[in-house]
């Protein structure tokens, strides 16, 4: 009786004690995801895709502000609070990666099936890349180029099929169709006081052949002197010194400037307010077979440090990557990857506009990466905005910034 | 005990639980930060020693360091010409009307009150639509200033340096007045009537009353208004948020924003807490002004 | 000028100013019914071409404004129940004396106020969080709020004890009353008036807050109609009119209370000095 009794305690005991154990294995681990995505965009979507697959892994979504993300996540990161996975502003990559904050992946890149380095724009890659080794993913890609208006290109005189390619016959083009009784400006980009004016000048001043190490050289100069000028004839509205290039694009839409600098994340919207024929095109160059340059932005994935389920974020990271394929089509974001085409979406204005901007992006180069990034395109929009409001000519203005570069040692 | 407990419900007790709870509360939430932004200025901060309070100490190489900065004695400057900007036209109006309304026609009450609609709006919306009336190219307000001839181009209110600032001190008087009139009206309301027509008798005419009476009788009302809208006014971020983020150029710069782009812009946490500690030093007066102009105040 | 003539110019006049000073208002109403590129038009146009109400419903909707606008209106009745109970004392204490002790306190509570509330945030975050006061978002958004307005409310009702004759209460306490007795008998109901419009006045403002919330609140269940505004207002923003219908049916609630209570409100500020 005693023996019974004691086996089927053992028995019982084993029971709970497996019981017990599925459990814990069955519950799910918990993830926390932080981006900037809205209902539309990525990350919210694939997390609900991610989350219906029910293979052990569940993503809490929290949605942050552009403005937000790398405060919030410090402040996080320093009271023990970061998130799992992040998605972060490709020139903010840096400063998080050199100090560790976020994870290393290099061996578990090496080891993916999914995620191949050579399968990324080297620009984005570069991005992620620290001390020769991945502190993220690329998430998506994106740059700048020209759009146009071919109906007032029509009725200025000028070939509609034939955009200006070098930066003298962008100005002369400006003026032609800069007409003041009509309120329509010439052009209309972004120069303002924060990462968007460093995002839309720095290309100009690379294709000068500067770097953002070498802020002041000849080359720069000269873009910084044409986008004075612009100003300076009212080629371009006043505003553009406080405008965002959202902001400025909606003023091409509504037929108020003939040009518009701006990238892709307008061409959806455009197509619904833009009332005439637009086309896009490369950004001008210096002169006639000069080298190309672009801006790169958008975001990357990133795994913060301290994490306590290394390899369930990369699995959710391995799952966003293998959706890149789709992302166009879907939220209208161009993956960074070279080895995926961008297939057609039937609309054929999309289509070529798109054809212009993964041609651009093959010139796309990073901001940085630099952990002082922050300061660095600080001393970069000082210099804009103290040259094109007419407080420093513009070499003195770059040169302070080149001194104040070189000071942050970046 | 029985003491203690009479004491908090009869005697000096009541006086020090009504006054000691709210202020340890204050202390700890408001004071503790106060604090640890003024250690912070002394210290060499980055993101990730936040959540620390020992940090590298540095001594007054923030301080240094800020005052090189070619932007700042401009950056002060603009912040002294917004203050005062602000606080004059807030009062200048906010008096006009509490003057106005206190003339007491019929309707009167209900339009004063539709004054204070400013002040309940979120800051948010209030800088979303000054950002939209102050446009240069299609913003209400040039439209307005063309129409009625002022003049004959657009003047270009968040872009051109300037009047970056004064589209931002605009938009904040318009936010301000109605904290300034209704506290106005009731420093009004407290001059007893009897002077007024004992003067009256005499043969003082309408500026002279005011002059003589209304003046002298509103000095701690005007001194406590002025000393609180010190206060709130270097609060004012809201607006330069949404319409000028400080530019072009750092024309509408001042120092509460540029605290905040220097700490979560630029994450140069030991700079953004050494301009929030010069702050607090201008505060220190305004508050020192507010206690002595009401210190000669009699309850009831 | 007779006395109706002067009454009906005074009031055409006021009507005219109020007309201009409520213009952004008008404003915000207009553009909320505007389509998209509309709002680009110069010249500006006053009333929509063709006024397109459905966006309110779909704002509504797509946000659920429902969800949020509850959150603002728990957290701001939570930080407005605080600070009464924790200022009206408060207040009451520093009207009563004045002394070398008075003049500090009133000293420090303005001290208080200094840093805007983008600049606490951060020791205020770092501290909630090693209390583990973060487990409770809403709850820690109250603290704060609380801790930012109060002595705001403090200055204002101390204005009106100081209103409410110190001869009523003497005389209550020859009469027996012990102090608590005085104070909620006679000295409290006095000053109510005072005390309700200030409330009001601090429950607006709370109604409004994001800064706190946007930072504490990571819970989007949890999250006020403030921080849902702002989420709208990425840098990418172009649905103004939508923006617009959001922030209009975030605040015209405010605005409908505010209008009703506008005429005690303003006779509770200015009769406080009745004497």
Redesign the interface.
């Known amino acids: 009786m005693g023996i019974r009794r004691t086996m089927i305690s053992i028995a019982l005991a084993l029971a709970s004690a497996s019981l017990a154990g599925m459990s814990a294995r069955a519950e799910d681990v918990k993830l926390v995801l932080w981006s900037?995505d809205?209902d539309i965009q990525p990350a919210p979507n694939l997390i609900k895709e991610f989350n219906a697959q029910k293979n052990g892994i569940q993503i809490e979504y929290?949605?942050l502000?552009?403005?937000?993300v790398?405060?919030?996540a410090?402040?996080a990161?320093?009271?023990?609070?970061a998130p799992d996975i992040i998605t972060i502003d490709n020139p903010n990559h840096a400063?998080f990666a050199s100090?560790k904050?976020f994870l290393d992946l290099t061996d578990m890149i090496r080891q993916s099936k999914v995620i191949k380095p050579e399968n990324y724009f080297p620009g984005p890659l570069k991005s992620v890349t620290w001390d020769e080794k991945y502190y993220g993913v690329p998430k998506a890609t994106n740059t700048i180029a020209l759009y146009y208006n071919k109906d007032l290109f029509k009725a200025a005189g000028l070939d509609p099929e034939k955009p200006p390619q070098t930066w003298t016959e962008l100005v002369a083009t400006a003026k032609k169709l800069t007409n003041p009784s009509k309120?329509i400006y010439g052009i209309t980009f972004s120069a303002?006081?924060?990462e968007?004016g460093t995002f839309q000048f720095l290309p100009w001043a690379q294709m000068g052949g500067a770097t953002y190490k070498t802020i002041n050289s000849e080359g720069a100069v000269k873009a910084l002197s044409v986008w004075k000028q612009m100003l300076d004839e009212k080629l371009a509205?006043?505003?553009?010194?406080?405008?965002?290039?959202?902001?400025s694009t909606?003023?091409f839409?509504?037929g108020?400037a003939a040009m518009a600098i701006s990238g892709p994340?307008e061409i959806d919207?455009m197509l619904?307010?833009a009332?005439f024929q637009w086309g896009t095109a490369l950004l001008p160059v210096p002169s006639e077979g000069a080298q190309r340059s672009s801006a790169m932005g958008d975001f990357n994935w990133a795994i913060f440090s301290s994490t306590k389920h290394p390899k369930e974020a990369f699995k959710a990271l391995e799952f966003f990557a293998s959706k890149d394929v789709t992302m166009y089509k879907d939220f209208g974001q161009l993956p960074a990857r070279s080895d995926l085409p961008v297939p057609p979406t039937g609309n054929p204005l999309k289509d070529s506009a798109l054809a212009t901007f993964v041609e651009q992006l093959k010139y796309a180069q990073p901001r940085g990466p630099s952990p002082e990034w922050?300061?660095i395109s600080?001393a970069i929009q000082?210099a804009i905005?103290?040259s094109?409001?007419g407080?420093m000519e513009p070499k003195a203005a770059l040169d302070q910034a080149d001194a104040k570069i070189k000071s942050i040692g970046g | 005990m029985k003491r203690v407990f009479s004491s908090i419900t009869d005697g000096r007790g009541f006086d020090l639980v009504l006054v000691g709870v709210p202020f340890t509360f204050l202390l700890a939430l408001s004071g503790l930060p106060l604090l640890y932004n003024i250690l912070m200025s002394f210290q060499e901060v980055d993101m990730f020693s936040l959540g620390s309070v020992i940090r590298p100490f540095v001594g007054f190489k923030n301080y240094v360091d800020l005052f090189t900065e070619p932007e700042t004695i401009s950056i002060l400057r603009n912040t002294i010409v917004f203050v005062v900007g602000s606080i004059t036209g807030q009062f200048l109006v906010g008096f006009a009307l509490a003057l106005f309304f206190w003339i007491n026609f019929p309707g009167a009450s209900w339009l004063r009150g539709l004054f204070l609609v400013s002040w309940v709006m979120p800051g948010l919306v209030v800088g979303a639509i000054w950002n939209w009336i102050l446009s240069g190219d299609f913003g209400v307000l040039n439209f307005f200033l063309q129409q009625t001839g002022l003049m004959s181009g657009n003047i270009f209110w968040r872009s051109d340096p300037n009047f970056s600032l004064w589209a931002v001190i605009l938009a904040n008087i318009w936010l301000g007045t109605s904290f300034n009139m209704i506290l106005l009206a009731t420093g009004l309301a407290a001059i007893p009537a009897d002077l007024y027509e004992a003067a009256e008798m005499d043969g003082a005419n309408a500026w002279q009353r005011f002059w003589t009476i209304t003046l002298p009788m509103m000095r701690s009302t005007i001194g406590a208004i002025i000393a609180l809208g010190l206060i709130f006014t270097l609060q004012q971020f809201d607006l330069f948020a949404a319409i000028t983020d400080g530019g072009p150029n750092n024309s509408s710069n001042v120092a509460q924003y540029w605290a905040w782009d220097l700490s979560f812009r630029q994450y140069d946490f030991g700079k953004g807490a050494t301009i929030s500690v010069i702050m607090t030093v201008f505060v220190m007066f305004a508050a020192t002004v507010y206690v002595r102009s009401t210190r000669h105040e009699v309850r009831g | 000028m007779s006395e109706v003539a002067r009454n009906r110019l005074l009031l055409a006049l006021s009507v005219v100013m109020a007309a201009i000073y409520l213009f952004p208002l008008y404003w915000m109403y207009v553009t909320a019914l505007k389509s998209g590129s509309e709002m680009f038009a110069t010249p500006p146009s006053f009333w929509p071409s063709s006024a397109q109400w459905s966006t309110f419903a779909y704002v509504w909707e797509s946000r659920n404004m429902g969800r949020y606008l509850w959150n603002s209106t728990v957290i701001a009745f939570g930080a407005v129940s605080l600070i009464a109970i924790l200022g009206t004392g408060c207040a009451y204490v520093l009207a009563r004396y004045r002394n070398i002790w008075v003049d500090i306190g009133l000293f420090l509570i303005l001290m208080f106020q200094v840093l805007p509330a983008s600049l606490m945030i951060t020791p205020i975050f770092v501290g909630f969080s090693q209390l583990g006061l973060l487990e409770y978002p809403r709850l820690a958004v109250i603290l704060a709020i609380t801790a930012k307005s109060m002595p705001f409310f403090v200055v204002l009702v101390r204005a009106t004890f100081m209103a409410v004759p110190m001869e009523l209460e003497e005389a209550a306490l020859v009469d027996g009353n012990s102090r608590i007795g005085a104070f909620f008998n006679i000295v409290l109901p006095l000053a109510r008036n005072g005390i309700l419009v200030s409330a009001i006045l601090i429950f607006m403002q709370a109604f409004g807050e994001f800064v706190y919330s946007k930072s504490m609140i990571q819970d989007i269940q949890l999250q006020p109609a403030s921080v849902g505004l702002n989420s709208f207002m990425g840098p990418n923003t172009s649905e103004w009119n939508n923006i617009m219908a959001y922030a209009t049916m975030y605040v015209t609630p405010i605005l409908a209370i505010f209008v009703l209570l506008q005429r005690r409100i303003v006779s509770g500020l200015t009769s406080g000095a009745l004497k």
Do not use: C, H, I, Y
């Open positions: 900037l809205r929290r949605q502000q552009f403005d937000d790398v405060s919030e410090m402040r990161f320093s009271t023990g609070k400063m100090r904050a309120n303002k006081a924060n968007e509205s006043p505003d553009t010194l406080t405008r965002s290039q959202w902001d909606a003023t839409n509504a108020n994340w919207r619904k307010d009332k922050p300061k600080k000082d905005q103290s094109l409001t407080q």
